[in-house]
């Protein structure tokens, strides 16, 4: 083996040449010692010298294989495929050529601007796309629902776990589009609530003595808005530019929720509008517009729990499944405002019938499910949103605080006291969007605490509305500096979204022992009498040998 320098449009790796070494090197070395070379077919050894030489380069630091033939073009290299996606995208999809390249971030491209890119590049072999194909890399296919839960771990299943490859690398910032989630509206849902927190502060009567101005609830309102119009704009830009990475959070088992979240976010805004701005009543178009969307695509995802299937709720179920549920209480509380008193009825019943069926299945995890990991335990704060939003749109629609709308505010203060307690849930993650899911609840439960001191005046319900208040604002309040100094300061509020580029299976997995699956599949094809009559000699044998040893003794 002999080294060879790259040349500077190649990679900046050592490559070692390894050689074929031929028959006839074999013979003559040892025709050299006298022994006589072992007898060939000559039509095998005329075969090996028409064949062309070939060597292989293999780099010493990355393993990445170059290979060189005899051709006209002495500079020529074809690079080798490897099986393994997470080194950096070194297979041949990646890179054509022996240069370093980049990743090929395309793949999850809008297909209209894929296709312009690809009428200016080289074809590929036919050989090649069919071997994506059959590999599970491409990005057309869903990814089935388990295939996230086996892949991926974190509070929102957005980290890869080390087994696994992905089709991007991972040692190459990717553009800001692919690297900005969905779940960004998790920042929109937090600070809208905060608003309707802040004038339920500042208008009710059970908090009077607070004295609270109502130009918090005005300022909370703009911020929300300028944070939900950005947010939106860079969502749209990345549904024209990678709509292939957006269909992959939509098959995504936890962030097709926070497809939701918008529209939960545009009704909160619209309950929460400052009385400097609001009219009298709000205009029953102002729900149709906001309700509309998040009707249709609840009909969806019910629909697919409802039907069975790859993603039915008992395999999908995870806490953030309640953001699905909590949008229709919020849309019952907006169509009572605007005085659709049935809309509101229908809207209640229909969220309270599907938390309950998520709530059971959380709870009692059905063998069926998917395991969910350890990580996800932090937005465990989801269960406390949808029963305190369903005593506010219950008190909302009647005009009581009664003992049903109390019911359901008190199993929500319960998971909130029992969240608490298991403080350790909530250590050991580091930062991330993902943290602003907290804070919905918390002020949604804060808001029903003070409906609740509001027919329960006392100092231990009011007190209790306060620190709940504080709790939550508190909170709202790091989250969002927090937020701010990962943004703009150190650069590390949008890592690479690995969640999306996670193949449709998992390479190289294990078989199992060929010996125990024949052993199975000879037993299952014995007749019955053939086992029997096998289970008698054996019975048999051993109790002559038992008769021949008590003999000896």
């Known amino acids: 083996m002999d080294r060879?320098?790259?040349?500077?449009?190649?990679?900046?790796?050592?490559?070692?040449?390894?050689?074929?070494?031929?028959?006839?090197?074999?013979?003559?070395?040892?025709a050299d010692k006298g022994e006589k070379p072992p007898k060939r077919p000559n039509k095998f050894r005329d075969m090996k010298r028409s064949q062309r030489s070939f060597s292989r380069q293999v780099s010493l630091e990355t393993g990445f294989s170059v290979l060189n033939r005899e051709s006209k073009?002495?500079?020529?290299?074809?690079?080798?495929r490897r099986s393994g996606r997470s080194f950096g995208g070194f297979g041949a999809t990646n890179r054509v050529g022996g240069d370093g390249r980049k990743g090929d971030f395309s793949i999850?491209?809008?297909?209209?601007?894929?296709?312009?890119?690809?009428?200016?590049?080289?074809?590929?072999?036919?050989?090649?796309?069919?071997?994506?194909?059959?590999?599970?890399?491409g990005v057309d296919d869903s990814v089935p629902a388990g295939r996230y839960f086996a892949a991926l771990r974190g509070p929102e299943l957005d980290q890869v776990k080390e087994s696994e490859d992905i089709l991007l690398p991972k040692d190459e910032q990717w553009p800001f589009l692919l690297r900005f989630p969905i779940g960004c509206f998790g920042i929109c849902l937090g600070l809208s609530s905060q608003a309707v927190l802040w004038r339920a502060l500042a208008t009710s009567p059970a908090t009077k003595f607070l004295h609270v101005t109502p130009f918090i609830n005005l300022a909370l309102w703009f911020l929300a808005l300028a944070v939900l119009l950005s947010v939106s704009f860079i969502y749209i830009l990345k549904c024209v530019f990678y709509f292939e990475a957006v269909k992959r959070e939509y098959f995504h088992p936890v962030r097709v929720n926070f497809f939701f979240a918008p529209w939960v976010v545009?009704?909160?805004?619209?309950?929460?509008?400052?009385?400097?701005l609001a009219p009298k009543t709000l205009h029953p178009v102002i729900w149709c517009i906001f309700m509309a969307p998040y009707f249709f695509l609840e009909l969806k995802i019910y629909g697919q729990w409802l039907s069975g299937g790859k993603r039915r709720l008992c395999k999908v179920a995870n806490p953030s499944s309640h953001l699905s549920v909590v949008g229709n209480f919020v849309g019952a509380i907006l169509a009572?405002?605007?005085?659709?008193?049935?809309?509101?009825?229908?809207?209640?019943a229909v969220g309270f019938a599907h938390y309950l069926v998520v709530f059971v299945t959380l709870y009692q995890r059905l063998p069926t499910s998917?395991?969910?990991?350890?990580?996800?335990?932090?937005?465990?704060?989801?269960?406390?949103?949808?029963?305190?939003?369903?005593?506010?749109?219950?008190?909302?629609?009647?005009?009581?605080?009664?003992?049903?709308?109390?019911?359901?505010?008190?199993?929500?203060?319960?998971?909130y006291i029992s969240l608490v307690v298991r403080i350790n849930f909530f250590r050991g993650f580091r930062f991330s969007v993902a943290w602003w899911s907290y804070t919905f609840p918390m002020t949604t439960v804060s808001v029903a605490t003070i409906k609740y001191a509001e027919q329960v005046p006392s100092v231990l319900s009011k007190g209790l509305a306060v620190f709940l208040s504080f709790m939550s604002s508190t909170m709202v309040s790091v989250l969002f500096v927090s937020t701010l100094l990962h943004a703009f300061v150190w650069h590390t509020l949008f890592p690479n979204d690995l969640a999306i580029a996670i193949t449709k299976r998992k390479h190289g997995r294990d078989k199992k022992p060929f010996k125990k699956a024949y052993d199975i599949r000879r037993w299952t094809k014995q007749s019955p009498l053939s086992f029997v009559s096998a289970i008698t000699k054996n019975n048999s044998a051993d109790k002559g040998l038992n008769e021949q040893k008590e003999a000896e003794h």
């Open 370 to 415: 998917e395991a969910l990991p350890k990580e996800l335990h932090p937005v465990y704060s989801m269960f406390i949103a949808a029963p305190s939003a369903a005593s506010i749109a219950w008190e909302t629609i009647y005009g009581d605080f009664d003992g049903l709308s109390r019911t359901c505010y008190f199993i929500a203060l319960f998971l």
């Open 108 to 137: 999850f491209m809008t297909k209209s601007s894929l296709t312009k890119q690809n009428s200016s590049l080289p074809l590929r072999r036919e050989s090649e796309l069919d071997c994506q194909k059959n590999d599970g890399s």
């Open 336 to 348: 009572s405002k605007v005085g659709w008193q049935e809309a509101a009825k229908f809207l209640w």
């Open 73 to 80: 073009a002495k500079d020529e290299r074809r690079v080798l």
């Open 266 to 276: 545009c009704m909160f805004l619209a309950l929460s509008l400052p009385s400097v």
């Open 4 to 30: 060879r320098p790259t040349s500077p449009s190649s990679l900046e790796t050592h490559f070692v040449d390894i050689h074929e070494v031929l028959p006839e090197e074999k013979e003559g070395t040892t």
